[in-house]
């Protein structure tokens, strides 16, 4: 069975300083890992994966994400937040067979 | 290039009855998943069609089920529903050949059980 964890109900960032939301995984075997985004009333919308090879994975809008696996984390990051990264984020574990995902982590970002 | 479609955006259903929601995949993607996200949670896997058949299914009772056309296009149908139905549901599309890519996902219906 694989599992994500995501320990942050909420993450509150002041614009221009950098954000970090956290998610820790369980699976056997290689781990798939992505990260979505999801706007209010709206779809998820596919950031950015991990599958192999380097530990730090770039994606969409500047994001970037830091694989360990000796800590089985898949942390998501960003330098400088901007108030439209405000929204609802999602780890997810898998594949494009099936895919678990996290309960989310609201971002919200302050002027 | 055309992304997933779902229709409709929207439905009110009372209990007992029964429901259809569809979902057109992204163009060149053969792959549909249907996922059921309830308020405050994550998506949770229903289940997954390629080539017509049912592939994969999460812990969702028989009361869930769907269909695969030659198009692609797919059919999510919820039968003698409950309160407890009422969340977005979500469609995915993927292929085979982008294995561990990640899915695009439509912007989901919203389906209230009253």
């Known amino acids: 069975a694989q599992s994500v964890a995501q320990p942050e109900d909420q993450v509150n960032v002041a614009e221009g300083n950098p954000l970090t939301v956290k998610c820790t995984y369980s699976?056997?075997?290689?781990?798939?890992l992505f990260w979505y985004v999801q706007y209010p009333n709206r779809g998820l919308q596919f950031l950015l994966k991990?599958?192999?090879?380097?530990?730090l994975v770039k994606g969409s809008y500047g994001f970037e994400a830091e694989f360990n696996k000796s800590q089985t984390s898949f942390h998501l990051k960003k330098p400088s937040a901007l108030v439209s990264d405000s929204a609802l984020y999602f780890c997810?574990?898998?594949?494009?067979?099936?895919?678990?995902f996290g309960d989310g982590t609201t971002l919200t970002v302050k002027p | 290039d055309a992304g997933v479609t779902q229709s409709p955006t929207h439905l009110i259903k009372t209990r007992g009855q029964q429901v259809t929601l569809r979902c057109s995949p992204k163009?060149?993607?053969?792959?549909v998943s249907w996922y059921q996200q309830a308020l405050g949670q994550g998506p949770q896997f229903i289940f997954q069609?390629?080539?017509?058949?049912?592939?994969q299914r999460g812990n969702f009772p028989d009361r869930f089920s769907g269909h695969q056309f030659p198009n692609y296009s797919s059919e999510l149908n919820v039968n003698a529903l409950l309160l407890g139905d009422s969340a977005l549901y979500l469609c995915?599309?993927?292929?085979?050949?982008?294995?561990?890519?990640?899915?695009?996902f439509g912007s989901g219906t919203r389906l209230t059980v009253v």
């Open positions: 991990y599958i192999t090879g380097d530990n």
């Open positions: 699976v056997s075997g290689n781990p798939y």
């Open positions: 069609y390629y080539e017509e058949e049912e592939r």
């Open positions: 995915a599309s993927s292929s085979p050949l982008d294995t561990g890519y990640g899915y695009t």
């Open positions: 163009s060149g993607h053969d792959t």
């Open positions: 997810a574990v898998g594949n494009a067979g099936k895919s678990t």
